[in-house]
């Protein structure tokens, strides 16, 4: 599964942020997942706990926030929503569009306790 391997990399980046020490706890972890990655956030949820399950990161909740897409159109400029399989400008109608939201996959926040 897809988002197994994408938890275990957001398990990586998270502890290479942590302090050596090995009494810290994480609280949450917060990921940006664009619309445009189609990561499943449940499945990504699911992946996140069986992974972290014994661990350091045991009890940490994955907090997702999902990006919708936007794309702004080459011709007139215009900024649109839109749907991963059908790109277009929602002003001209334009399908020469670039995506300039939706497709990032990053850890935006590491909450621990003190
Ligand atoms: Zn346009």
Redesign the pocket.
Known sequence: MHEVSIARNIIEIVNSYLPATNNVSVKSVKVKVGAFTSILPDALRFGYEVLTCGTNLQDSILDILEVSLKVK?N??G?ISGGEPSFLY?H??G?HDVEIIEGTELNVSEIEIFN
């Open positions: 159109c011709i007139c215009s400008c002003s001209c334009s």
